[in-house]
């Protein structure tokens, strides 16, 4: 099987796309709903972004080039959505309002609006409370040195968006590495930026400001967090191998797999590659992961930080494993922070206790995921404890089914779909249409499994 492109370059792809000059050409282009709204976004703003089935066209406007949207910009459902697009209207010279849904609006912004804000920028909450609906005003920015409290590539990359219209350098360090799409899709855009790792776990990515980017040809990888749910059906349904091809396994994201194997499950890591975009590589010719139009480079392994080479793609071969219980913590939650839900169930069906702490973050995502996942699991049998920044799990107790409340929150739908192929008896998820956030094929592809 296959799954859709990755999510948070996609919506890369798009921005970046359009604020460079020339034609951005994308496949593979994940059409969830998140990446809708950025789409739409966009073209209020004046780009022109041609939907093919297998491709999509941004008719980039150059750095300086987008023009004042006559209305609210939707951003739906989407953070990614909201915090890049600060960064980038930031710079803008004209005034813009961002507004999304009830969760949206209730998440935090206060995380961009303090270094955007501190960078010149005129950002303000409508209602005052620190969240959307934001409104933009013309500002000049200035770069900044910011040292981000919270370990967010989506912090970090509202802020090295806004340190392109900046007058000087802006640095951001992050106290463990998030996921590092921007750096690596910036570079091949043709920023200039740099990204180190310190010895003490910390990030610091410097972007200085430049004349134009330049448009590229992507082929976006197939989500590694869409994969996670079924690498997990893969691991816990008794019988099954399972074969996942083209999945993105940026170090900055594959966290799951190592605690897949951690946890004692059987996977091995196929025809491994990097794919484009990469600064200066466009030969477009191969047609590798069945993806045509995706060139590559070969021979690269898993671990390591990929530097401007890249995203690194595998396929990925799952077989029934029994599991043990783990402990999760530290630098490796920012690289399974989205995959916590579909751990969680691993873990209720693991021999031994799992312990994921060190993970706050699960509290500001769609929904407040320790809560979400609790509930749910304790609604089929499991054994699990919340704690202030994360969960306590005492595995091995048999899951069985259950009314699941999604609370809208893709994740929590499909993560529960999973526990419901192991679980006795049947398994009914509320609202379940939340996953065209982003995988809209999801209990299509299921069901085919
Ligand atoms: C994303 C970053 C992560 C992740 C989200 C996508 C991105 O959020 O949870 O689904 O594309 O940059 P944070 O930056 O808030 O951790």
């Known amino acids: 099987m296959t799954v ?25 282009f994940l059409k969830g709903a998140d990446c809708l709204s950025t789409i739409g976004c966009f073209q209020k703003m004046g780009v022109e972004i041609t939907q093919k089935p297998d491709v999509i066209y941004v008719h980039g406007r150059g750095l300086r080039g987008l023009s004042a949207p006559s209305e ?43 270094p955007l804000n501190r960078m010149g920028a005129h950002i303000t909450s409508i209602c005052g409370n620190n969240c959307a609906p934001l409104r933009t005003d013309p500002s000049t920015l200035h770069g900044i040195r910011y040292h981000s409290p919270v370990a967010s590539a989506q912090v970090k990359s509202a802020i090295l968006l806004a340190g392109l ?62 994969a996670a749910y079924f690498i997990a059906a893969g691991i816990l349904v008794p019988g099954s191998e399972l074969l996942i091809r083209n999945v993105g396994t940026n170090p900055t994201r594959a966290g799951i797999l190592k605690v897949c194997e951690a946890m004692g499950a059987d996977i091995t890591y196929l025809n491994t590659r990097n794919m484009a975009p990469a600064a200066g590589q466009t030969d477009n010719t191969s047609t590798a992961g069945g993806q045509a139009g995706c060139s590559h480079t070969s021979g690269q392994t898993l671990t390591g930080l990929p530097q401007n080479t890249g995203e690194p793609t595998a396929d990925i071969l799952v077989r029934h494993s029994s599991l043990h219980g783990v402990t999760i913590e530290g630098d490796l939650i920012p ?115």
């Open 335 to 449: 690289a399974l922070i989205d995959e916590i839900p579909v751990i969680a169930v691993m873990a209720a069906c693991a021999e031994g206790t799992t312990i994921i702490r060190d993970a706050a973050e699960l509290k500001v995502k769609e929904t407040n995921r320790i809560d979400t996942v609790t509930e749910n699991l304790r609604a089929m049998g499991a054994d699990i404890t919340p704690t202030e920044d994360g969960m306590i799990i005492e595995g091995g107790r048999p899951l069985k089914g259950a009314q699941i409340r999604s609370h809208l929150d893709h994740r929590i739908a499909m993560a529960f779909a999973v526990a419901g192929l192991t679980a006795e008896g049947e398994t009914v998820i509320d609202n379940s249409q939340c996953v065209d956030v982003s995988y809209p094929e999801f209990f299509q592809t299921i069901a085919r499994i």
């Open 165 to 226: 219209y900046a007058d000087g350098e802006t640095c951001v360090t992050e106290p463990a590495l998030s996921r590092n799409h921007t750096e690596l899709m910036l570079a091949g855009f043709g920023a200039d930026i740099t990204s180190s790792l310190h010895e003490d776990g910390s990030a610091t990515a410097c972007i200085s400001p430049c004349q134009e980017l330049f448009g590229q040809d992507i082929c976006v990888p197939g989500d590694i967090s869409s």
């Open 72 to 114: 609210t910009l939707d951003v739906g459902n989407s953070g990614t959505t909201t915090r890049l697009l600060s960064g980038i209207l930031a710079g803008q010279p004209f005034s813009a309002v961002m507004s999304g849904d009830e969760s949206l609006n209730s998440r935090p912004m206060g995380r961009i609006m303090t």
């Open 4 to 28: 859709p492109g990755d999510k948070s370059i996609s919506h890369r792809s798009i921005m970046f796309g359009s604020i460079a000059l020339g034609t951005t050409v994308i496949t593979n």
